[in-house]
């Protein structure tokens, strides 16, 4: 498979699972999930080692990805945050556009905290989707169990939810199976009262 960033110095880059092309941006994180694999030192998801030597540039995600019209989708995820990386990500979206592959960044929504601003214009046309994880109920158990660096946090991926809808056509919000606090109804109810989808995931899979 095209999975591996030949002529480059950077491991681990791309992962080819469920007819989707997986791009792994960082390493990194705005969250420190209680679930994440990485909490327990695994960084071995679905048999692949997700840990990065450094974050890979544009032209080493573009050779991991290889034609994307062999794909349904190429996603940008991994164990971290891509947004992080958002512009170099969106830059090689753009790219990747160019060729034919329908783009999808697996994210936890608090871009626009991190940036300081609304970037949800910013992906218009070159992302067609979005998988936004919502992890938790309210804001409460999110705070207990995603531990993010500020209590403002649950309330920023909401809002980021609403403001992405204008900009991105495909919304998928996500709660992880499988841990105790988490209320999976209650989840899906959130994705249906801000009109997007709602989607369970297992811990420890690519989505």
């Not at 498979?1 to 681990?12: F, I, K, L």
């Not at 960044?105 to 871009?111: D, K, P, R, V, Y």
């Given at each position: ?22 791009i792994n ?21 679905e048999g ?160």
């Amino acid at each position: 498979m095209t999975m591996s960033a030949q002529a480059s110095n950077v491991s681990h880059v791309a992962y080819a699972l469920h007819g989707n092309c997986y791009i792994n941006v960082t390493n990194r994180c705005t969250l420190n999930c209680a679930f994440c694999p990485k909490a327990a030192g695994n960084w071995i998801v679905e048999g692949y080692d997700m840990h990065l030597d450094r974050d890979p540039n544009i032209k080493e995600m573009l050779v991991a990805a290889g034609n994307p019209r062999f794909y349904r989708e190429i996603v940008f995820c991994g164990l971290g945050e891509p947004t992080l990386r958002l512009y170099t990500v969106l830059e090689a979206a753009r790219l990747l556009r160019r060729r034919g592959a329908w783009i999808r960044i697996n994210t936890n929504g608090l871009a626009n905290l991190v940036y300081g601003r609304d970037v949800t214009p910013d992906l218009e046309g070159n992302v067609q989707a979005l998988s936004i994880a919502l992890n938790a109920q309210d804001e409460t158990v999110y705070n207990r169990v995603c531990r993010p660096p500020s209590p403002d946090a649950y309330r920023s991926l909401l809002d980021f939810t609403r403001r992405a809808r204008d900009f991105v056509p495909d919304i998928t919000l996500t709660a992880p199976e499988g841990v105790d606090e988490v209320d999976l109804a209650a989840c899906q109810r959130i994705a249906l009262d801000l009109g997007v989808k709602f989607r369970r995931r297992a811990c420890g899979r690519i989505d």
